[in-house]
């Protein structure tokens, strides 16, 4: 069995989520070469076969003219899987190629499992479980499924080339305007999840985060629903943040929200489902209702 991992750099450097590609590839048994748009500097601690494509050349963002290279990689590997990172690059890259393979797709793959991928429905509630069929499938994992792991060695580099220019000329990176307060500086966040019930129950959240002199965040199911807006929501599709202290709050542990706070320091989750899948990651998990719960740790705290 083998994958061909879809790695993935931006200004010259390698995205560390592309790592996380080799922890799925370990799970899967798999044998594995990598592809990559970048250059020389971004090479990943690896050492297998990397076609790599010269981004100065190709551009960082060219999905038509990406498309091509994968294929060129693809014929030359013949792998089983070709497996992007479910990332605004896969989410644009991978259908073409499943298109142009002719090849099933299965997207935002959280484990692996025997018969098949998991991945998620239900607004995270449940999982499909996916066997796909024919000779090659595409994949795109979502970010912080599976752990990064690093290879020993060195690249051994296959310089990989397509013809044409593609459809897309790439003008380069605009930061997105940060609305409200940057959560990816504060040293202590206490987030809501949908666990807290409602809306009117949000400044018992707040009152906490004051009394550890921290910043209120949130879940994505908060945001939607129009309790707090998009600026404190934590996650892959929110911000990253790294605290020395995390406390969530009524939150389950979504994939997406997992991602976004796994390099705090010390986490607390108060949840009254023991089961939750924030409990995996917690260093203390407090099974209590979080309205009954919260008022007294602040009480405690003001004293």
């Known amino acids: 069995m083998k994958a061909l991992l879809i790695g993935e750099s931006r200004e010259g450097k390698l995205l560390e989520h592309s790592y996380e590609l080799l922890g799925f590839a370990s799970r899967l048994g798999a044998g594995t070469a990598m592809f990559l748009v970048g250059s020389e ?11 790599l494509a010269d981004a100065a050349k190709c551009g960082e963002y060219n999905p038509d003219l990406h ?12 792998p089983d899987y070709v497996v ?13 190629v499943a298109v142009a393979l002719k090849a099933a797709q299965v997207t935002e793959v959280v ?55 593609g459809r897309v000329v790439f003008q380069g990176y605009e930061p997105a305007v940060r609305k409200g307060v940057d959560l990816t500086k504060a040293e202590v966040i206490v987030s809501a999840g949908r666990g807290i019930g409602k809306k009117e129950n949000l400044p018992v959240i707040a009152e ?32 990253t943040v790294s605290p020395k202290l ?10 997406q929200h997992l991602a976004g706070m796994k390099k705090s320091g010390f986490v607390v989750a108060i949840n ?24 007294a740790l602040t009480a405690k705290l003001a004293k």
């Open 111 to 165: 484990a692996v499992v025997e018969g098949g991928f998991e991945r998620p429905c239900c607004s995270q509630k449940m999982r499909h479980k996916v066997n796909p069929a024919g000779a090659v499938a595409v994949l795109t994992l979502q970010v912080g499924a599976f752990p990064g792991e690093m290879g020993a060695g060195t690249p051994q580099l296959q310089p990989i080339d397509a013809e044409g220019d």
């Open 208 to 239: 906490l985060a004051r009394a550890l002199r921290g910043e209120l965040g949130a879940s994505r199911p908060v945001v939607d629903s129009g309790w707090l807006d998009a600026g404190s929501q934590v996650g892959t599709t929110g911000q």
């Open 246 to 255: 995390y406390v969530a709050c009524g939150i389950s542990g979504a994939i």
């Open 41 to 51: 500097a971004a090479l990943p601690s690896y050492g297998g076969t990397v076609y």
């Open 84 to 96: 992007f990172m479910h990332s605004s690059y896969g989410w644009d890259l991978a259908p073409r």
């Open 272 to 295: 009254k489902d023991k089961e939750a899948p924030i409990g995996e990651v917690a260093d203390v998990l407090v099974v209590a209702d979080v309205m009954q719960f919260v008022p």
């Open 67 to 78: 498309k091509r290279l994968v294929l060129a990689a693809v014929e030359r590997e013949k």
